[in-house]
């Protein structure tokens, strides 16, 4: 029997009227954002929310984000203090993840048991309409099988997530941003803390706090599955191709010449002399690394999917902007299973 794929709705009120109801009645719909994907629910109610867990193949004890229409909607989910406050009116709508005490309507489901909730406010029109029209906040981790590279166009949660519980995803075009928000635990606002590199650089929330933002150290970031983990949601091995991918710093015409012809090659930019090697691909004409992050992901699948034997990318270098957002996603894409 061919599988079930889901289906892709067009961004129609109609539609929109129709998703929001699916969500209600305690469905899951893959959503557009302008970070990636998500794979949303409603997140007051733990059945609906189990959907998301199973659908996914994610375990239990990986807590969900949960996505408000607005500002105003944090109060209901989590236990604001200025900082947070100060952050949220300055970055969202926008690719931030704030971690807050949780108010006692979040299930523990949604939060792997812990007294913190993860919350944001997108920055996609018809994410924030859904929201609205569903008439709760919604959770939604990114719409991918666990550990396989996020999504970031509708046909990637359609073709990713056949065969599961889900029955619709309402296209919302091409993600802008591309890698998944920034999240910032917040629940002790004197040290705010990194957990997860994205799409805001973290010198723009330093701005906004006049504070530094503890990062980190790669030790505790580089957790294997299966042993506790510091932070949930800190795999190496994550994001992942099933083509074998090396990285590296440069990738230059010298090493080209000694690769063989089924291997890929994906560089930061547009080389000056590539000829027409086939195997060789970029994510950004000039190597803006807003242009790489937004390319990341859909490149990484269609390589996966090309029947290469090999991938090999180069790495940016650097704590600027998107670099450690896009460095942190190769880097576990890369890990050894
Ligand atoms: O851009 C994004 O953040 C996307 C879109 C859909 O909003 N969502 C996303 O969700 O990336 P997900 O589930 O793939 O990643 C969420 C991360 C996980 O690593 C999870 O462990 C962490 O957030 N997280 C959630 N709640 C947390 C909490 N209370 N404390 C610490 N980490 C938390
Ligand atoms: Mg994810």
Request: glycine share 6%; aromatic share 4%.
């Amino acid at each position: 029997m061919p599988i079930a794929l889901p289906r892709v709705f067009r961004p129609t009120e109609n539609n929109l009227a129709r998703l929001a109801a699916r969500l209600r009645r305690g469905d899951i719909v893959g959503v557009p954002s302008e970070t990636v994907y998500g794979l949303a629910a409603d997140a007051l109610d733990a059945d609906a929310c189990a959907r998301i867990f199973a659908a996914k193949g994610r375990p239990s004890t990986d807590p969900l984000i949960v996505h408000l229409a607005s500002v105003r909607d944090l109060a209901t989910v989590a236990v604001a203090n200025p900082a947070a406050l100060a952050l949220a009116r300055a970055c969202w709508p926008g690719p931030l993840t704030l971690v807050l005490p949780k108010q006692a309507c979040i299930p523990d489901l949604v939060t792997a048991g812990r007294a913190t909730v993860a919350v944001r406010v997108p920055d996609h029109p018809l994410f924030r309409k859904l929201i609205r029209l569903a008439g709760r906040p919604l959770a939604a981790p990114s719409a991918n099988p666990f550990g396989y590279i996020s999504p970031t166009a509708a046909a990637h949660v359609r073709d990713g997530l056949a065969g599961t519980a889900l029955r619709a995803v309402l296209d919302g075009g091409e993600c802008r941003v591309g890698v998944e928000s920034t999240i910032v635990d917040l629940t002790d606002p004197a040290r705010p803390r990194l957990l997860r590199p994205g799409g805001l650089s973290v010198e723009s929330i330093e701005a906004v706090l006049g504070l530094s933002v503890i990062r980190p150290r790669s030790s505790e970031t580089r957790v294997r599955a299966g042993v506790a983990a510091p932070a949930p949601g800190m795999l190496t091995q994550h994001y992942s191709p099933r083509t074998p991918l090396t990285l590296h710093r440069r990738i230059d015409m010298a090493d080209l010449a000694k690769l063989p012809p089924d291997a890929a090659v994906l560089l930061l930019r547009r080389p000056a002399a590539s000829g027409t090697d086939p195997r060789v691909y970029w994510l950004s004409e000039r190597g803006e690394l807003a242009e790489i992050a937004r390319h990341l992901f859909a490149r990484l699948r269609a390589l996966d999917k090309a029947g290469w034997s090999h991938l090999h990318a180069e790495v940016p270098a650097g704590s600027e902007g998107l670099a450690p957002a896009i460095r942190d996603r190769l880097t576990r894409a890369a890990a050894k299973r």
